[in-house]
Every structure is written in C-alpha cells, then in structure tokens.
C-alpha cells in the first residue's frame, strides 16, 4: 500500500480512515530546500495545505525512475502553490477538495466584513488600552451597500447568499462566469465593481493576472458613498490569497483616507512579520485561518482520505485537476 507524506497537517480521523486501509502516514514538514534535495522521493504521496509549496523544481526532485510521489492532495481549494503542468508532465495526479472549507471561508468573510464597517477590532483595542472611544467609533451598517465580489465560485456565491439577505446589492465579476443567480450583477469588466462598490472582497485565485489587482488605481475608483447615499467609506477584505491586494498601495491608501478599512486573511509574504499595515488602526487581520475550523477540517481531511484511497485502488480520481 502507499505511504503517505503529509506535511501541513491532517485529521486524526483522516489518518485513521488511511491507516485502516492500510497505507502508511507521516506527519513531518518538509522544507522547500529539504523537497528540492529529494526529501519526498520516499513516499507514493503527498498531503499539503498553503505552508508547503511545490514548484516545478520541488516536483522534478519527488520523482525518479525507481518511484517517487504519484499523487500530490491539496488540502484544501487553492492550487497557486502547486505547479500542475510540472506534475502533469511527470505523470502526478493532483486532487484537491474545493467544497470542504466552503462555508468556513464564506463565514470568515462575512466576519471580517462586519468587523471592519463596525470597527469590532478598533473597539476592542482601545478598551483594552483603558479607552471608552464609545463617540469614536460610530460604525455603518453593510445593508443597503453595494458589495462587490472579484471571482465568482463556491465561496463567492455563498457571500452574496448571506449579504444579500444583510440587504447589500450584491455585484460580481469573474471571466469564467457567464450567468448569476436572480440578484446578483454580472459585469464584464472589474473596473466598474471599484467604480460602484463600497465594499470589495476577493474571491478569485492568484496567477500573473491578478497578482496585484486590488491596485492604487482602483481604490481610487471607490465611490465612498453607499446606495443609500450614505457616506460609508470603502471597505475591502480578502480571505482569499495574498498578492491580489497590493498591500504597499493598501497601506497608503489608509493613510491618505480613500481606503477606510482593510481586512486581510491572507498576505504577500506568509508568515506577516513586519508591515505598514499594522501600524494602522482601520487595519485588521487574521492568520490565514479561513478555513481553520473544527468542521471544515473534518471535511477537508476525510474527503483527502476518499480521494487517496480512490486512486491507489483505482489509479485515478474523478475529481483530478490534471
């Protein structure tokens, strides 16, 4: 049976659903370098999440003519750390489990939206520096705002479910994407979301097109004024990937006041050490924890378990990405 490197974590479950079909499973990080030099050549298999990244030259390195990994599982939805067309060519198959972490994400986002038009992470701050800024922090409800979606999946269709039962008029963009359910507003080009849309949350994977698109320029089309006509300012979270929002062009935009807050899950560089961001108040963040819940974990790892056994038992997997 296989034996199976998992480097960023899995279920106690997952591992026991494996080892009951009898594969083998390790649980140890490797580090890019370590990959690079061969590290995975002794395994059938890997489980990553966002931490472990393999490239064309980490993936070349997995395999050799006497083995090496046959299956490479994303834990999770996004495969911008995976160079698919490299395991393709060395005749890797790569899965991942994009439903799982759905709903945590959607409620991640939900959050952080409301956080940031309530300034939830201010309050706390300043009360717990001894302040009651209670005149300060006059807040703006989300209802009768317009919310501009960047991508339109899974996660995307469930933040426009929830906002618009808030009341926001809910607009999308995603080239991929060619209908929209009854209440949400298709446009062709991501520019008119920044010309109409308050409030902006991120949605779509990070490749050479949308790697910095949340730019200077495009703040500066925000429009500050809700559909309602009150002047609620400009708000954005992203829980999807780091590097869609320029974060330099962020953090000015802060300072100057176009950007009224700014709610990250993701970043550029991962683990945040030192940024600008930090340093502003109508900042918040988290860790990339979007889908770090109890019950999306259970769902990402049993269903990377069905899929494992799915392929050494068949050789394939239905929901291959390659």
């Keep these: ?187 062709d080009d991501v520019d008119e979301i920044f010309r109409l849309c308050t409030h902006i949350s991120v949605h779509c994977n990070l490749n050479e097109q949308t790697r910095n698109l949340v730019n200077s320029e495009r703040i500066s089309m925000m429009p500050g004024i809700g559909l309602d006509g009150i002047e609620c300012g400009n708000h954005i979270v992203n829980c999807a990937r780091g590097g869609v929002v320029h974060e330099s062009a962020a953090s000015m935009a802060l300072e100057s006041g176009q950007l009224t807050s700014l709610a990250l899950d993701v970043f550029e560089v991962e683990p945040l050490a030192e940024s600008d961001l930090l340093r502003h108040d109508s900042f918040h963040g988290s860790p990339h924890i979007a889908a770090s819940t109890l019950e999306a974990q259970a769902r990402i790892g049993t269903e990377m378990a069905g899929l494992i056994i799915e392929y050494f038992e068949t050789g394939s997997c239905n929901n291959s990405l390659n």
């Excluded at 591992?15 to 083998?24: K, P, S, T, V, Y």
């Excluded at 991942?96 to 959050?111: H, K, M």
């Excluded at 209802?143 to 906002?163: E, H």
Aim: charged letters at 25%; hydrophobic letters at 40%.
């Design 1 to 187: 049976m296989a034996r199976i490197a998992v480097t960023d974590g899995m279920s106690d479950e997952a591992i026991e659903i494996l080892e009951n079909a009898g594969h083998e499973v390790v649980l140890r990080h490797y580090e890019s370098e370590e990959i690079a030099n061969g590290s995975l050549l002794e395994f059938d298999a890997v489980v990553i999440r966002s931490a472990t990244k393999l490239p064309s030259e980490q993936i070349s390195s997995s395999v050799s003519e006497d083995g090496g990994i046959r299956f490479i599982g994303r834990a999770g939805v996004g495969v911008d750390n995976i160079d698919i067309a490299e395991a393709t060519k060395k005749g890797i198959t790569v899965c991942n489990t994009p439903g799982a972490s759905t709903r945590s994400v959607v409620e991640l986002t939900i959050g952080h939206l409301i956080a940031s038009t309530r300034h939830i992470a201010t309050a706390d701050r300043t009360l717990r520096n001894g302040k009651w800024a209670k005149k300060q922090l006059r807040g703006s409800e989300i209802g009768g705002k317009r919310l501009g979606l960047i991508g339109f999946g899974r996660i995307a269709r469930g933040v426009a479910s929830v906002a618009s039962s808030f009341g926001m008029e809910v607009h999308a963009f995603d080239p991929f994407v060619d209908e929209a359910p009854e209440g949400v507003q298709l446009h």
